[in-house]
């Protein structure tokens, strides 16, 4: 039987099933070799020569399909339809070759197919071809690039930049972007204006509303009304004047549907429309792809198979009629200028099945499915149909005239199916094409019910949310469909970037990362450049162009970059990010004085420092004799907490004065002063996040009550809460063992701050106890997800967090997620599947018979040489 090679265990199932016990299908699980993370592995004075390593998890699934190739020498590789997929293919195909098990004799064929089902699979296996090299060499040159990058970078970070981490290709220059949108936000000035709005009446007493456009006989712009003053000029002329009907006119207008999805535009709305992250997106598809539902989901391609428009076009016929389906089928051409390695949009297998027709989908498949079949049949339906009216009314002087704006749905097409979402909308904007107004004819007088001013500012640029930042980098051309999902979730891991509702905030760490490779490596960040670096991978894999000569013109001028930087000093480092970061982290201040003179000491110069911990700070330079610090971020705020005796609260029952301070840990209170007995009085943190102006002194007294007693744990020890620098948390101090110094102690985070100042004996303990099986020292966990029992063995399967993140636990196999499957989304067949594999792993190996040689024949002696010490080898990240 022919041996055919997919990724998955799970598409290796669904195609098992479909082509039946001819075949032997087998899966890969994903790539079977990387470079190691090792000086060396991309040697660039032997022209970009690669050294691959088979990972060791690997191992296993390579001897799989070597040993059934022993049963049937034909090899059918069938891995993804895309880049990422040909590369997989070729490394099983060379991994393969090194073992021998593939033979220049053996029959090696790739095939393809854009969905996993019966029709597409079997068709498939009809049009074999070989491994694409273009698209192989297309991959080895991102691949490289991404190696260089990571290898050379990164140690440059580390070594001028102490607490920076890791840095990538495309990683950094979408950093750049959120930084970059942080920064213009923070620049922003609002400015003020008015509008004024009428309520005004028919002459048969309907009320509508209408906006002030005519003023002294001239159309307003948007800052003409700039005060109060001037916006009650404005509504007293118009109160002030007789108001009738100018111009009536009512315009048709048409909404054509959105083209189908695509990788980014699929991201971007359903982080819209459900607040989905790219990763969460791509998981769930991933899902729904290999259960046949959709089409394969890394794709920047929106057209859609002749058969698949003609199935759409009769679901639309069969379950709305035949007037919503379009005059003619609808072709959508991609206007991206990136747009390459197409394949057909993300659409449903079977276009005839809502839903509600798939009974079986889990809460998140069935919305994202939801959302691809609506948004594919939508694409094939009429267009909406409009009448749009405006209302134009003024006064017979000319001096004042409003208008009013309505929009009536004549037919609906598509939108009965579906409209898309929006980005950033503006909540103070109201859209007046929503409104329905009322019969009005040329001539007919309107009486004033109200007229009102409305103050307004300028908004501020939102800040990206992943929706936002995905179609950014696409319009930029930075990045491919494939890779977004992991840039975003990479800069968020090493804490470049946070999330805080579905807004990507760029953190102090990511500021300085971005200053420093503007200042020194400016041509890797730049947009253009990034652009042009993927249209030329663009050009290898359409084989116009060699990817070593690529890969040759972009060493030369990065390695002379990494170069220059090996004489920069720290301190010159620091001082140039101060100078670029000063607007940020050296505000100016209201009455014109120099921002960088200490606020304590009075003449020492304020600069950025580094800490043993690698966090940065500001600090003064007349350290030690002055140790003013406060946050990188710039002055918090609550008045005067930075300055040398910080804000006075009040005094406690005893006397003693509370203050609320700033240091470079953020923001504190303390009680009394520093004196020589006492240098460091006794302090409180306050956690990140808190209304500072809400802190009083009441709040103050009740966290310098902190660290609180709960109680005695029930197993000797007692256990305390309080707030610590990552935020609250309980502490069991157990009693101290019979030989040790010190008592061990077992620290619980609570996610929420308030909860230190109530928390009982119960649930500290039951935190305390979690915290303990994580790091294997109490009882068992609660699991994150009961799956149900083992259908051939019996035992409960169920999801749990451990402390490398979280796995699947039956009986005494502990199988680890993938890094894109969240615990919510696993079912009890993934669960089976990564059981079974890592039950296989388990398996224990015959331990290998003694050498009887080496027992009758004792090595000669030789003089002991002197052992070298080992290389140190540098590791980083390489990835995009």
């Known amino acids: 039987m022919p041996v055919v090679v997919v990724e998955s265990p799970a598409k290796a199932k669904t195609i098992n099933k479909y082509l039946g016990d001819d075949f032997t299908v087998l899966a890969s699980y994903g790539h079977v070799r990387d470079l190691p993370p090792k000086d060396g592995s991309v040697d660039t004075d032997n022209e970009f020569e690669m050294k691959w390593e088979v990972a060791s998890d690997s191992k296993k699934h390579i001897k799989a399909i070597a040993d059934a190739l022993k049963e049937d020498n034909a090899l059918i590789l069938a891995t993804d339809p895309d880049r990422e997929g040909e590369a997989i293919s070729w490394h099983l195909e060379e991994a393969l070759r090194k073992r021998r098990v593939v033979k220049k004799d053996t029959p090696v064929s790739r095939v393809v197919f854009n969905a996993i089902t019966k029709a597409a699979v079997t068709e498939a296996m009809k049009n074999p071809r070989q491994v694409d090299m273009e698209l192989v060499e297309a991959y080895l040159a991102r691949r490289a690039l991404d190696y260089l990058v990571g290898f050379n970078l990164s140690p440059v970070l580390w070594r001028k930049l102490p607490g920076a981490k890791s840095a990538g290709r495309v990683q950094s220059v979408c950093l750049r972007l959120i930084v970059e949108r942080e920064m213009e936000i923070e620049a922003f000035k609002p400015r003020e204006y008015w509008s004024v709005k009428a309520l005004l009446k028919t002459p048969r007493g309907q009320e509508f509303e209408t906006s002030l456009r005519v003023l002294g006989g001239k159309k307003l712009e948007k800052f003409d009304i700039e005060n109060e003053a001037a ?53 769930t598809a991933q899902r729904l792809y290999e259960a046949g539902h959709i089409t394969y989901m890394r794709t920047d391609g929106i057209d859609m198979a002749p058969e698949a428009v003609t199935e759409a076009r009769d679901a639309i016929k069969s379950r709305y009629g035949a007037d919503f389906a379009s005059e003619k089928p609808r072709v959508y051409k991609n206007k991206a200028k990136n747009a390459q390695e197409a394949h057909e949009c993300i659409r449903p297998t079977v276009m005839a099945n809502s839903a509600a027709d798939l009974p079986k989908l889990e809460a998140d498949q069935r919305k994202l499915y939801d959302l691809i079949w609506k948004r594919t049949i939508a694409s094939q339906m009429a267009s909406a149909k409009m009448e749009r009216t405006t209302i134009d009314i003024g006064s017979d002087d000319g001096q004042v005239g409003l208008r009013a704006t309505g929009q009536v749905v004549v037919f609906e097409g598509f939108l009965k199916v579906y409209e898309e979402g929006r980005d950033d909308r503006d909540d103070s904007v109201v859209d007046d094409n929503d409104k329905r107004l009322p019969q009005l004819t040329e001539g007919d007088k309107t009486a004033k019910s109200a007229v009102n001013q409305h103050q307004h500012f300028t908004q501020a640029p939102p800040r990206y949310t992943e929706a936002t930042l995905v179609k950014r980098m696409e319009e930029l051309g930075i990045g491919r469909p494939s890779t977004y999902a992991s840039i975003v979730t990479t800069i968020q891991t090493r804490e470049y970037v946070r999330k805080e509702g579905s807004r990507l905030i760029a953190e102090d760490k990511g500021r300085l990362v971005i200053a420093f490779l503007e200042n020194y490596f400016r041509q890797y960040v730049g947009y253009d450049y990034t652009a042009s670096l993927e249209e030329e991978l663009d050009q290898v894999s359409a084989g116009k162009m060699d990817y070593k000569v690529v890969l040759s013109r972009f060493w030369r001028d990065f390695s002379a970059a990494v170069g220059e930087t090996a004489d920069l000093r720290i301190t010159e480092v620091l001082e140039k990010i101060n100078e670029v970061l000063e607007p940020h982290i050296f505000p100016a201040n209201e009455d014109g004085s120099d921002p960088r003179v200490c606020k304590t000491c009075g003449d020492g110069r304020l600069s950025m420092r580094t800490a043993r911990s690698g966090g940065a700070f500001i600090g003064c330079s007349n350290y030690p004799d002055c140790r003013y610090t406060r946050p990188l971020s710039g002055e918090l705020e609550g008045g005067d907490i930075a300055g040398p005796d910080g804000k006075e609260l009040g005094v406690d029952g005893d006397g003693e004065l509370i203050t609320l301070r700033t240091g470079r840990f953020g923001p504190y209170v303390q009680r009394g002063q520093a004196t020589e007995e006492m240098p460091k009085p006794p302090r409180a943190s306050i956690t990140k996040g808190s209304d500072l102006s809400a802190v009083d002194l009441e709040r103050a007294l009740l966290l310098l009550s902190l660290p609180r007693h709960v109680g005695d744990h029930p197993e000797g020890g007692t256990i305390t809460a309080a707030i610590g620098r990552f935020g609250p948390y309980v502490m069991w101090q157990k009693p101290l063992e019979e030989g040790k110094k010190t008592a061990q102690k077992i620290y619980a985070n609570m996610k929420d701050p308030e909860e230190v100042f109530i928390i009982g004996m119960n649930r500290a303990v039951e935190l305390i106890t979690e915290k303990a099986n994580k790091t294997g020292r109490g009882a068992a966990a609660t699991p994150l997800k009961e799956l149900g029992e083992h259908p051939e063995e019996g035992g409960a399967i169920n999801v749990m967090d451990g402390r490398y993140g979280p796995y699947v636990k039956f009986a005494k196999i502990n199988a680890t997620l993938p890094k894109d499957v969240e615990p919510a989304d696993v079912t009890l067949e993934m669960a089976l599947e990564l059981i079974a594999a890592k039950s296989a792993k388990k398996k224990p190996r015959k331990k290998a018979a003694p050498k009887k040689a080496a027992a009758k024949k004792p090595a000669a002696k030789k003089p002991a040489a002197k052992k070298k010490p080992a290389a140190k080898t540098k590791t980083a990240p390489s990835a995009e």
Do not use: C
């Open 231 to 283: 916006a009650e000029l404005a509504v007293s002329a118009v109160n002030a004047r007789d108001l009738s009907v100018q111009k009536v006119e009512a315009k048709p207008a048409t909404r054509n549907p959105s083209a189908p999805f695509m990788t980014s535009t699929l991201q971007q709305e359903a982080s819209r429309k459900f607040g989905f992250g790219a990763r969460q997106t791509m998981s």
